[in-house]
């Protein structure tokens, strides 16, 4: 079965650093997310992506945040100057235009910010 | 302000009962409300899909209603079994014109041998 594929799994920073989390969505799929998930907190909506831009995005991600498809399988989550309140489980995602088959996530990416 | 609300409490039953998880939403208008299964320290999978047109959906063991007057989505997990163990996320996609999911809190769910 396809599956979206995060690296690294786990990520240890210190504060102010810029880290890079990778994604390789399912092939097919159009559309592209980043959420994150704190702590024993719910799942929280970054960035959606489509057709090569921002198709929507939350009040979280501000400019400290940027993300980039830049290839034709890659798609990337860039976190500037981070801070202690960054540390969260970054879940990367992809949807095909048919919603029935929902999204499918990857594993994660642990980020640790000391 | 929007809310999905879903029980913070775990939700412990034996094995065999059905499970019942509630989702409920203010100030949202869905056209597509989903549920998805979280294990600890991995991503949500999905489970199934809803749309506001349909009152109910089955897929094996598992049955989700939608009532949009209550504001309220109810899943169904029959027969349960330990393996059924998990987080359940509701999710609302209010069709916009571009994909955005919004996750509930989660129910946590044990299933007792």
């Known amino acids: 079965e396809p599956e979206v594929t995060q690296t690294p799994s786990h990520q240890v920073t210190q504060m102010g650093q810029e880290v890079i989390l990778r994604c390789v969505p399912i092939?097919?799929?159009?559309?592209f997310y980043w959420y994150r998930q704190i702590l024993g907190q719910k799942v929280e909506f970054l960035v959606s992506?489509?057709?090569?831009?921002?198709?929507?995005k939350s009040e979280i991600f501000d400019d400290q945040f940027s993300v980039e498809r830049p290839d034709g399988s890659n798609f990337t989550l860039k976190i500037r100057s981070t801070k202690l309140e960054d540390s969260a489980m970054y879940f990367c995602?992809?949807?095909?235009?048919?919603?029935?088959?929902?999204?499918?996530f990857g594993s994660g990416t642990r980020l640790t910010v000391v | 302000s929007q809310k999905i609300e879903q029980n913070s409490e775990a939700l412990n039953i034996q094995e065999g009962k059905t499970a019942t998880l509630t989702c409920n939403y203010t100030?949202?208008?869905?056209?597509?409300l989903q549920w998805y299964r979280q294990d600890p320290g991995r991503g949500p999978v999905f489970l199934l899909l809803?749309?506001?047109?349909?009152k109910e959906k089955r897929k094996e063991r598992l049955k989700v209603t939608f009532d949009t007057t209550l504001k309220q989505s109810l899943f169904h997990i029959t027969a349960s079994q330990p393996a059924d163990s998990a987080t359940y996320l509701c999710?609302?996609?209010?069709?916009?014109?571009?994909?955005?999911?919004?996750f509930g809190t989660g129910t946590r769910l044990l299933v007792s041998p």
């Open positions: 999710a609302l996609d209010e069709d916009t014109g571009f994909q955005k999911l919004v």
């Open positions: 995602a992809s949807s095909p235009t048919d919603r029935n088959y929902g999204y499918t």
């Open positions: 809803i749309r506001e047109n349909e």
């Open positions: 092939s097919n799929h159009l559309y």
């Open positions: 992506f489509y057709n090569n831009e921002i198709s929507e």
């Open positions: 100030n949202y208008s869905p056209a597509y």
